[in-house]
């Protein structure tokens, strides 16, 4: 069949296509493959649906010198996660370590452009070595700036990064930047500068591992929301990640449909509250299976799980609805909350608010954590940054006493009666106060009579307030679910229309 004259165009097309597709070449895929990796590619395959990924500029970097560099080691473009449009890129470790060379560079801030255009959330897969070292000797052309790009994207389209690898620099500042980070145990790690730049600065020998792996990142700095143990694991938790979240802040996210029949979605008691929680306010217990009592089950999402330990962060489903969870840890402190969990939380409010997310709080704590160490730390400020995180939310806020509310460790968790759209719920048996009564006693050197008065008081239970229109009503623990799932109900009825949140003022 002719072609007309296209022959050697069409030839010379394909024969640059498969440059493109080759990333590092056999050999340093099947080394890859073999320490259990996968690579760019597949890992782009698996984010998206089923042949759903299209690629963009793919023939960037093969006029590079002296060689070719598949992609420019980044396979990157667009495609569908849940069904839903997505900008996704993935830095390819087996093409000059997924390193970023100046067409790489243009390619990432295009991708970052194309999400904010059309509205959609951006993934970028971490496995590279940052800046390219050869970029130092080329000429400088100023140009706009991926990261300035991925900073205009905050609070607008949901934005992930999965760190599959070692990931250095400038490749490290997007996961910096992102709303949430994933990281593969082992294997991810995220540094200003790697392990051989620390010991050329500093002289200290050091791990990738210890210098930015999962225990520096998801337990120490926060930085790494979720950590899992394969690249499959971090891909699928991706996909699972933005089902919680709308496209873009334009939109509300969809509730998922409930089956008729679905016991797991229903109305229903939440009868093992009373076996989850002991009456007894000095009794420690974990909030964890009181979340899953009250949630669809299966559907929660814990973040930073071992960050800032005495508040729980979590999305789930309840009666199909996404929802954000804020929730004291009585069995971490007694709930006491630190600068860490404070500043956890407060971020986790401003995201979740950001895509106009319900917010679901579940307060059990002594107030904020008191002494030398923590006001050395910050818990002046970090405690006023969360209270405005919640204050400034316009989002539907439910908030539930579960058995000991004190000072300021109230306010922070939503027990605040002119805050808009905000619905306050208290189990019949808290205990209230501006402090602790013996704590309250001592400060005040009150009488014997006074000191019996705050006691009798903390122990009165929410009658007082409820007797005031404080909280919107004392429900039994068997109504938690349907209390909370009649206020989502509620929301998801208004017509009101949704857009990005005004920035306006500073946090604390």
Not at 41 to 64: K, V
Not at 102 to 112: F, N, Q, V
Not at 285 to 302: C, M, T
């Amino acid at each position: 069949m002719s072609m007309n004259g296209w022959e050697n165009s069409i030839a010379e097309l394909r024969d640059r296509r498969a440059l493109a597709t080759a990333m590092g070449g056999p050999e340093r895929l099947a080394r890859q493959h073999a320490n259990g990796r996968l690579d760019a590619r597949q890992r782009l395959a698996a984010l998206c649906d089923h042949g759903s990924f299209a690629e963009l500029w793919p023939l960037a970097g093969l006029e590079e010198n002296p060689a070719p560099v598949a992609a420019d080691a980044l396979p990157c473009g667009h495609g569908l996660i849940n069904g839903c449009p997505a900008a996704v890129g993935a830095e390819d470790f087996s093409s000059k370590g997924g390193s970023i060379g100046a067409p790489g560079a243009t390619k990432r801030e295009r991708l970052a452009r194309l999400a904010l255009d059309e509205r959609m959330p951006f993934v970028m897969v971490l496995d590279g070595a940052g800046a390219r070292a050869a970029k130092s000797l080329e000429r400088y052309i100023p140009h706009p700036h991926d990261l300035g790009a991925i900073s205009d994207l905050s609070g607008l389209v949901p934005t992930i990064s999965v760190v599959a690898g070692a990931s250095a620099g400038h490749g490290a500042l997007t996961a910096a930047l992102s709303d949430f980070v994933i990281m593969v145990r082992g294997a991810g790690a995220l540094f200003t500068a790697g392990p051989t730049l620390v010991l050329g600065s500093t002289g200290a020998r050091v791990e990738p591992q210890g210098l930015g792996g999962a225990d520096v990142h998801a337990v120490r700095s926060g930085v790494v929301h979720i950590a899992v143990d394969t690249d499959e694991q971090a891909l699928s938790t991706a996909r699972r990640l933005l089902s919680y979240l709308p496209s873009n802040a334009w939109e509300r996210v969809l509730r998922t449909p409930v089956i008729e029949g679905d016991t797991s979605t229903a109305r229903r008691e939440t009868r093992s509250i009373v076996d989850l929680v002991p009456a007894d306010p000095r009794q420690a217990y974990d909030i964890r299976p009181v979340i899953d009592e009250i949630v669809d089950a299966g559907s929660a999402l814990e973040l930073h799980r071992d960050h800032g330990e005495s508040i729980i962060t979590a999305f789930a489903r309840i009666g199909g609805h996404s929802v954000a969870i804020v929730a004291n840890q009585p069995k971490v402190l007694a709930g006491s909350v630190t600068v860490t969990a404070a500043n956890k939380a407060a971020r986790f409010v401003e995201i979740a608010s950001s895509f106009h997310l319900p917010l679901l709080y579940l307060a059990d704590n002594p107030g904020v954590m008191a002494g030398y160490e923590s006001e050395a730390a910050g818990i002046l400020r970090a405690s006023a940054r969360m209270f405005a995180a919640q204050h400034r939310s316009a989002s539907v806020k439910v908030h539930i006493s579960m058995r000991k509310v004190f000072g300021f460790g109230s306010s922070i968790m939503a027990l605040n009666q002119f805050d808009g759209r905000s619905f306050m719920f208290a189990l019949p048996g808290v205990t209230l106060g501006v402090m602790p009564a013996k704590g309250s006693a001592t400060i005040s050197n009150a009488s014997a009579d006074t000191a019996a008065a705050l006691t009798r008081s903390e122990g009165s239970g929410p009658w007082k307030l409820a007797s005031e229109a404080a909280y919107d009503n004392v429900i039994h623990p068997y109504e938690m679910r349907d209390t909370v799932l009649r206020v989502l109900d509620l929301s998801e009825r208004s017509t009101r229309m949704v857009e990005p949140t005004a920035r306006t003022g500073y946090l604390p």
